[in-house]
């Protein structure tokens, strides 16, 4: 199956949606839209988004990478088209996902 | 419905508590359940922390096998990062996954390192550091997040877990917030019953699973108010209600424990256990100022704030060392204050600086030696009491994620990663922390009545859960059946059998292959906004 960067884009777009209605966030996610700023996601909320992204594409993403960036260059905010750049640059050079649980596959 | 199992997790049980409830009248119910079946301490793993204790519990494997050792993991041996663990870290297969591959059902909630949620042939609702926001992706099936959501109620934000809230039961709070954040417990627990409850009702499973984890925030923070140690004989105004609504947490606690008992079979097993006990800290050791102070670490910016408040561990602070250190100069620095453990940055292992190999044992020993001088002005004692090495601690197939060292401080408490101008400083009211005697209490057919045992490991709950149900034991857990909880005639009825090694459950990430096609002017795009964002150069 090849993905292109709208097809991550779509896939992303997606499980935000479906968690906005939980947030009672009624504007509209687009790719300019800051996770923290406009959605008023906080730390850990990323975070676990990010294992959801590798849980949903059965890939081992370096967030923790990303993460340690954004820290060190203090860069305060991340947008949905930022965060899907991230994935989509990955998902093609890293580690299937075997199993969630039971192999300790994430390492 | 042949077998029944119901697992009450208890989360920071200690007996040192919940006696002295029981003596006077607090917990009428959990005294009434002793009487029926056995207790004994339950003897927590190295850490004694909720993510690598409650795993193996799950899996009756230890942190070096399971590979869970902290909220947090380093993101490969060679790296300095570190991320959040979930269930994609657990190396072991779990009570829950075994006993659905049997053909049973389970129903598991809000147990950590279950998020992403395993696809088991039941329920689960994923526990841990699972924020509101998030907790529809922490339920299985899909649907049932929208079931729970339809249930009188249910408040997402008060059942997950709210990190800055959270922070408050280790970093403590404002005296005004006290009496808001025990209330909002009680609310909690309240709600995991009605979801239980319904989940009971609804889809009765052999296997039900739920934890309670409102004794580890109550105690971390209100534990002055409640060992009788440390109890003030005349309580001020402030103290008096605070004592008291830390009382009704305990009082509705048992009540729930007793509605569960209610709708459990007459013939079920029912087993309670924590992940670890509790205890007074009274003073913090500041690790990473004192691996600065003696040539070990350094910070990046010299002029860093330190940290004049004793009470603060620095929980706010996770995964900053990153940034924090100054890599070129650093060669041993703690992470996290959840874990007590020290990383040794070795040379060759993602970096040309720290300690070479071939140093390393040299290197080690004189840290250890080093640790154990440090003194508390307080005592005048050492601070660390025991430091395991990650050999001792962690053998296994995951070792090399682990820290290399792992201290135990004299009070049992946790360490602070932040930066201090004192290494050692007292607090000025002892907090709750964790020990490692926890707690195991269980009741069923077959279960002596009445006795205490001698303790029993953490890692001895899965294969007693698994005896419950009928099943085998798998060959390869270092847990055993705790025979001596059994009247000897049932268990020669019902003689515990052991199988094959556990194996990776099934596979529950989704497998398709994904290929990227991009195009070259989105290869440079795609630099550019990467590079807006510092991840790269």
């Known amino acids: ?107 | 419905m042949e077998n029944q199992t119901i697992l009450i997790g208890i989360d920071g049980a200690t007996f040192s508590i919940l006696d002295p409830l029981m003596d006077e009248g607090v917990m009428p119910f959990l005294r009434q359940f002793i009487a029926s079946g056995v207790r004994a301490e339950l003897l927590s793993i190295v850490p004694p922390i909720t993510p690598p204790a409650w795993t193996s519990l799950m899996t009756g494997r230890s942190p070096g096998h399971h590979g869970v050792f902290d909220f947090f993991l380093k993101e490969s041996p060679d790296s300095h990062n570190i991320r959040f663990a979930s269930s994609h870290d657990v190396g072991c297969e779990t009570i829950w996954s075994i006993v659905s591959r049997h053909g049973m059902r389970v129903t598991s909630l809000n147990f950590p390192l279950m998020f992403p949620p395993p696809r088991i042939n039941g329920n689960v609702v994923s526990g841990g550091w699972v924020p509101w926001r998030q907790l529809r992706l922490g339920c299985h099936p899909p649907d049932l997040y929208d079931r729970l959501k339809a249930l009188p109620g249910f408040n997402a934000r008060e059942l997950a877990m709210d990190a800055a809230h959270e922070e408050k039961a280790v970093e403590g709070c404002q005296p005004e917030e006290y009496e808001d954040w025990i209330e909002h417990h009680i609310r909690r627990e309240q709600q995991w019953f009605d979801i239980l409850r319904y989940l009971m009702r609804e889809d009765p499973c052999e296997l039900t699973a739920l934890l309670f984890d409102g004794v580890d925030k109550i105690q971390h923070l209100c534990w002055r108010f409640l060992d009788p140690a440390y109890l003030n004989e005349r309580p001020s105004p402030w103290e008096q209600p605070i004592r008291d609504l830390s009382l009704q947490y305990f009082r509705q606690l048992d009540q729930l424990l007793a509605d569960i008992a209610d709708l459990t079979n007459p013939d079920a097993t029912i087993i309670m256990a924590s992940d670890h006990g509790f205890g007074a800290q009274s003073e913090t050791f500041f690790v990473n100022t004192w691996l600065e102070q003696n040539g070990y670490l350094a910070w990046a910016n010299e002029a860093s704030p330190r940290q004049t408040d004793s009470t603060k561990l620095g929980m706010s602070q996770l995964a900053r060392h990153v940034y924090l250190l100054d890599w070129e100069r650093t060669m041993a620095y703690a992470p996290t204050p959840s874990s007590n453990g020290i990383h040794i940055v070795t040379a060759g292992r993602g970096s040309e600086k720290g300690v070479s190999p071939a140093d390393y044992g040299r290197f080690r020993a004189e840290l250890i030696e080093s640790l154990r001088q440090v003194t508390s002005p307080t005592t005048g004692e050492p601070v660390v009491s025991h430091i395991w090495t990650r050999e001792e601690a962690f053998e296994g197939p995951h070792m090399e994620l682990a820290p290399d060292l792992t201290l135990a401080l004299w009070d049992g408490g946790l360490v602070s990663i932040l930066a201090s101008d004192d290494v050692v400083k007292p607090r000025p009211e002892p907090s709750g922390t964790h020990r490692p005697e926890g707690v195991f209490m269980a009741a069923g057919p077959g279960v002596r009545q009445g006795v205490s045992l001698p303790h029993l490991s953490i890692m001895d709950v899965a294969p007693m859960v698994l005896h419950s149900l009928g099943l085998a034991i798998p060959g390869d857990m270092e847990g055993c059946v705790p025979t001596g909880a059994f009247e000897p005639p049932w268990l020669q009825a019902c003689p515990v059998r052991a199988t094959a090694p556990a194996k990776p459950s099934e596979p529950t990430a989704p497998q398709a292959t994904v290929e990227i096609v991009y195009t070259e002017e989105e290869e440079a795009e795609l630099a550019a906004r990467l590079r807006a964002l510092g991840y790269i150069e």
């Open chain 1, 1 to 107: 199956m090849k993905k292109t960067r709208e097809e991550v884009m779509a896939d992303v777009l997606d499980l935000f949606r479906q968690l906005a209605d939980d947030w009672e966030y009624s504007g509209e996610i687009m790719p300019k839209t800051l996770l923290f700023t406009d959605i008023g996601l906080r730390s850990l909320d990323v975070v676990v988004l990010a294992v959801s992204i590798q849980e949903h594409y059965g890939r081992v993403l370096p967030f923790a990478d990303l993460f340690a960036a954004m820290g060190q260059h203090g860069v305060q905010d991340i947008s949905m088209g930022e965060w899907v750049d991230f994935v989509y640059e990955h998902l093609n050079e890293t580690l299937v996902l075997s199993a969630v649980e039971g192999s300790g596959a994430a390492r």
